[in-house]
């Protein structure tokens, strides 16, 4: 009996022995691979953002976004910026990965943001979904580089702003056949025009793809052309092509080809056009274009009358004519003088309108040719400025539904109306009213 004992305390002890040295064992297994492995790793989020340094939305979301969530997440966000004009072989890279996640044509733009298979086209959707859309994947566990032909030489971005590269030259500013020989230049340049309008957004896209395609075939040499400046003309080559009803910026010619919008000027049509004119190039068949002989109007003297008629309802200019017309017949003074009044005053009313048209319209113009982020922030002044007039306008009406006329915010202080009126009263000579006719004209028209 305590033999029998015995052995099974054996056996229970052996047993208990082995199972504690298998446990210690795995134990230390599991502790050398850690070692081994180093410390856990986190999730990290892969983005891949395309952009142009000549573009004010990129530069935005650089700014906004992308800085402050690398900052905010330290390090579990690694981003690849891919500057498209630094490289054809990068543009390349868009046109893939616009490819891969079939963005249709007219969403194609920049920026281009790739996460988590997901492709996110230009600001405001970058701006509403990328910060969501990484929390997701950290929780997912991260996401892995998409496959991108070139990807991988493509070094991750660091602290601080990328690389900037050289800026995109104008499309008219390219030299031609730069790996071409003179005799081959002159027999095979294919000339294209290329009409854009300030401030269209689509024409960024259509000028890049123009671009890539000018990079893969020296000899295209375009000529811009702003269609405000040469509208007749755009229509004369939209006439030729059979595309007159159709036609809108932006409009590349090339031969007896045209495309237009930002839909046909792509990379595929574009360079299937050149293409076909590579052995033969075209000729500036622009230049056969003669504005004298030509019919075509877009706006009419008629058109113009009606429409400055219209615009000139000015119930500011008219109460200020009216004071000036009421006080120079009150003071008794002859009909010419009133009427040389009155004519100064329309001329400062007229060249004030027309100095602040072509003075903003040439701005703009010129913005737009020197740096694009100039241009974004023009616009977005120009559009605050519009903004805060027009509530400013509308709470004038709504107070001089109550008649608080006194308390309407666009009017002329009170200080410089009673200045003003003493001016008037002083001044007897009609040279004088003419000249204060002029100056108040163009200050109203200004002012409104």
């Known amino acids: 009996m305590t033999k029998m004992i015995n052995r099974q305390f054996t056996r229970r002890f052996v047993g208990t022995i ?4 298998g446990l210690v064992l795995i134990l230390f297994s599991l502790a050398g691979s850690a070692s081994a492995q180093g410390p856990a790793i986190e999730p990290t989020v892969r983005i891949v953002y395309f952009y142009s340094d000549e573009c004010p939305h990129c530069k935005l979301i650089t700014e906004e976004i992308l800085t402050p969530l690398q900052e905010e997440h330290d390090g579990r966000i690694e981003i690849k910026m891919v500057e498209i004009y630094t490289d054809p072989t990068y543009y390349e890279m868009l046109l893939h990965a616009e490819e891969m996640f079939a963005i249709p044509p007219e969403k194609k733009g920049l920026p281009t943001l790739i996460v988590g298979g997901q492709a996110l086209v230009g600001e405001d959707e970058i701006r509403e979904q990328l910060p969501c859309l990484i929390d997701t994947c950290l929780l997912e566990g991260g996401t892995t580089w998409p496959n991108i032909p070139g990807l991988d030489a493509i070094p991750i971005w660091g602290a601080g702003s990328p690389a900037s590269s050289a800026p995109l030259p104008g499309l008219d500013e390219l030299e ?26 689509k024409c960024s896209r259509a000028e890049s793809d123009i671009w890539y395609v000018q990079s893969k075939y020296p000899q295209l040499v375009v000529k811009e052309f702003n269609i405000y400046d040469s509208v007749n003309l755009a229509r004369w080559m939209a006439r030729r092509a059979g595309r007159e009803e159709e036609l809108h910026t932006p409009a590349l010619f090339i031969g007896d080809d045209v495309l237009i919008g930002a839909e046909e000027i792509n990379p595929q049509q574009l360079e299937a056009i050149v293409s076909k004119y590579a052995a033969t190039g075209t000729e500036k068949f622009w230049e056969d274009f003669d504005a004298t002989t030509d019919t075509t109007t877009v706006v009419g003297p008629l058109q113009v009358i009606v429409g400055g008629l219209l615009d000139g309802l000015n119930p500011c200019a008219f109460a200020t004519l009216i004071f000036f017309v009421s006080y120079l017949a009150f003071s008794e003074r002859r009909g010419w003088e009133i009427l040389a009044v009155g004519i100064a005053f329309t001329a400062g009313v007229f060249l004030t309108y027309l100095a602040i048209g072509l003075g903003l319209y040439k701005l703009l113009d010129t913005v737009r040719d020197t740096h ?11 559009a605050v400025l519009c903004i805060v007039l027009a509530a400013f306008n509308f709470l004038d009406f709504l107070k001089a539904r109550q008649g608080e006329v006194k308390d309407m915010a666009l009017v002329m202080p009170e200080t410089l109306r009673r200045r003003a009126h003493a001016i008037v009263r002083r001044s007897s000579r009609a040279r004088a009213f003419v000249i204060a006719a002029l100056v108040t004209g163009a200050a109203v028209s200004f002012l409104e």
């Open 372 to 382: 694009a982020a100039l241009s974004h922030w023009a616009y977005l002044l120009t």
């Open 18 to 21: 082995t199972i504690i040295l």
């Open 176 to 201: 031609p056949c730069d790996t071409a020989g003179e005799a081959a230049c002159e027999t095979t340049t294919i000339w294209a025009a290329y009409f854009y309008e300030v401030g269209c957004q």
